[in-house]
């Protein structure tokens, strides 16, 4: 099973934008749908986006279309996840996980996440 | 589709069972998973078509409903299964937790 790599935490100013990257270890993403789900600072879980690297199709949740990116790299094996017109809001702990399925599914495996820190 | 989790904190003594419970705003079938989350670290999941145990997951963990109502049961808590746990319906798009329940040591 693929284990996923995240990169290091972030501390952002508001307004500013902060991309993410999530890297396969032990495989590609070339048979997976790869899923971002951020948790903010005690609260739950929030599912942001998803890409089919093989295909580089991205959909978002409403919540976030038009600030969110996510891409794949061509050898997929890394997934990005690009956050624009940052607030104070987004301070949060950012995962990068397989979804099972194509279009839907549980999660599994996760990174083992990435804070941002967003502050003036 | 709005998943509700209760109760939102749980105590239970070491050895105790404990029942978990998410409830959803529609149907949605059996596509639903449940993870564990330890403080600083990633959720880990545990349970997934709403009752198949995931790799590695002790059998002291099932899952049981469908439809709108489901159900984790931990049989005999041990120390290492106080934690918060999440709720996942897959059955809808786009996916949605519930907001979890924090089992605590009584």
């Known amino acids: 099973q693929v284990q996923l790599v995240q990169s290091g935490a972030e501390v952002k100013k508001p307004g500013s934008s902060v991309k993410v990257s999530c890297k396969a270890s032990g495989g590609t993403f070339s048979n997976n749908t790869v899923s971002w789900v951020r948790q903010a600072p005690g609260q739950g879980l929030e599912w942001m986006g998803r890409?089919?690297?093989?295909?580089?199709?991205?959909n978002y949740a409403q919540k976030f279309q038009g600030r969110v990116t996510i891409t794949a790299d061509k050898s997929l094996s890394a997934v990005y996840m690009d956050l624009s017109g940052l607030r104070s809001e987004d301070t949060a702990v950012y995962y990068c996980t397989v979804m099972s399925m194509v279009v839907t599914g549980w999660f599994d495996p996760w990174g083992q996440g990435t804070l941002v820190t967003v502050s003036s | 589709i709005v998943m509700t989790q209760s109760p939102a904190t749980l105590s239970v003594s070491p050895g105790e069972r404990a029942t978990l419970s998410c409830r959803a705003s529609?149907?949605?079938?059996?596509?639903l998973a449940w993870y564990q989350q330890k403080v600083g670290q990633a959720p880990r999941l545990l349970i997934y078509?709403?009752?198949t145990r995931a790799t590695g997951i002790p059998a002291r963990f099932s899952g049981s409903g469908s439809g709108t109502e489901v159900t984790l049961t931990i049989s005999s808590l041990q120390s290492e299964d106080f934690a918060v746990y999440y709720c996942q319906q897959y059955n809808n798009w786009p996916p949605t937790f519930g907001q979890g329940t924090k089992v605590e040591i009584k």
């Open positions: 529609q149907s949605v079938s059996n596509n």
């Open positions: 078509g709403a009752s």
């Open positions: 890409i089919i690297p093989l295909l580089g199709l991205g």
